[in-house]
């Protein structure tokens, strides 16, 4: 039985939304016809994000102008939950740096920043190791690079695996950490504990036994940080190829 809290909702369903390019384009903000369109689905179900990033980059992208994520979204998942908001309040936190311990994390820190010093792409810019409360970051260009930048790493990263190549070798020499790598986004990947992936948000809403929760992502591919999520038997998962899509399955869908 769903709580009182979502008694006006006529569907018993739960309705989670990868962010980049599901929906809004990598690192660009929401559209107004996005918008429209989940509030109109937000009449029938219960809806909310669940993005790798952390919240003041997830609430940047998907509010719209004159509100907020909070206003917007019955559930607020940044860093795949471990930053969590229900209904506008939030919810217990959990810290990566408490669950690796700081000697293990500068040996971790270290390794990264050596390897990306020797590997050779054609442009390198700033912040290649981004600190979050759940995770870390790691992006081989540097997320300061420009949106036309993002995409020309993205296009060498297809051909190179600069990425890929990346994770492989961490994954081998930091076996013994319990740690996940998962690739998202344009231009860099996640490192974050076993279990700690987009999934760990599942344990937010279990208390309100949906009828069904849907997940809608792009990077829905094994190594995608949309995988666990897509593929857990909780959900019922739909890929997608970028927001325009998104929009199409869920008039589809929910018959909006």
């Given at each position: 039985?769903?709580?009182?809290?979502?008694?006006?909702?006529?569907?018993?369903?739960?309705?989670?939304?990868?962010?980049?390019?599901?929906?809004?384009?990598?690192?660009?903000?929401?559209?107004?016809?996005?918008?429209?369109?989940?509030?109109?689905?937000?009449?029938?179900?219960?809806?909310?994000?669940?993005?790798?990033?952390?919240?003041?980059?997830?609430?940047?992208?998907?509010?719209?102008?004159?509100?907020?994520?909070?206003?917007?979204?019955?559930?607020?998942?940044?860093?795949?939950?471990?930053?969590?908001?229900?209904?506008?309040?939030?919810?217990?936190?959990?810290?990566?740096?408490?669950?690796?311990?700081?000697?293990?994390?500068?040996?971790?820190?270290?390794?990264?920043?050596?390897?990306?010093?020797?590997?050779?792409?054609?442009?390198?810019?700033?912040?290649?190791?981004?600190?979050?409360?759940?995770?870390?970051?790691?992006?081989?260009?540097?997320?300061?690079?420009?949106?036309?930048?993002?995409?020309?790493?993205?296009?060498?990263?297809?051909?190179?695996?600069?990425?890929?190549?990346?994770?492989?070798?961490?994954?081998?020499?930091?076996?013994?950490?319990?740690?996940?790598?998962?690739?998202?986004?344009?231009?860099?990947?996640?490192?974050?504990?076993?279990?700690?992936?987009?999934?760990?948000?599942?344990?937010?809403?279990?208390?309100?036994?949906?009828?069904?929760?849907?997940?809608?992502?792009?990077?829905?591919?094994?190594?995608?940080?949309?995988?666990?999520?897509?593929t857990d038997p909780r959900t019922i998962g739909h890929s997608v190829t970028d927001p325009t899509d998104t929009m199409k399955q869920l008039k589809e869908l929910f018959d909006l």
């Amino acid at each position: 039985m769903v709580s009182a809290a979502f008694a006006d909702r006529p569907q018993k369903k739960l309705v989670l939304f990868d962010v980049d390019g599901t929906l809004s384009l990598a690192r660009k903000n929401i559209t107004p016809e996005m918008t429209a369109l989940l509030r109109e689905l937000r009449k029938k179900v219960v809806i909310g994000t669940v993005g790798g990033s952390d919240f003041v980059k997830v609430e940047e992208q998907v509010s719209p102008p004159g509100s907020n994520i909070l206003k917007e979204f019955d559930y607020a998942f940044a860093e795949n939950g471990l930053t969590a908001y229900k209904l506008g309040k939030q919810l217990p936190t959990h810290s990566f740096i408490e669950f690796l311990g700081e000697d293990k994390y500068k040996t971790l820190v270290n390794f990264i920043l050596h390897y990306l010093a020797d590997i050779d792409i054609p442009i390198k810019r700033g912040t290649f190791v981004e600190f979050r409360n759940g995770m870390i970051n790691v992006s081989p260009i540097g997320r300061s690079a420009t949106y036309p930048e993002r995409l020309d790493f993205l296009e060498y990263d297809k051909k190179h695996h600069i990425r890929e190549d990346f994770v492989k070798v961490l994954r081998e020499k930091f076996s013994d950490y319990g740690l996940t790598f998962a690739i998202g986004g344009q231009i860099s990947f996640d490192v974050f504990p076993n279990g700690w992936d987009k999934t760990f948000c599942l344990n937010h809403v279990a208390d309100e036994n949906f009828e069904e929760i849907h997940f809608f992502g792009d990077k829905t591919y094994p190594g995608g940080n949309d995988y666990e999520i897509f593929t857990d038997p909780r959900t019922i998962g739909h890929s997608v190829t970028d927001p325009t899509d998104t929009m199409k399955q869920l008039k589809e869908l929910f018959d909006l």
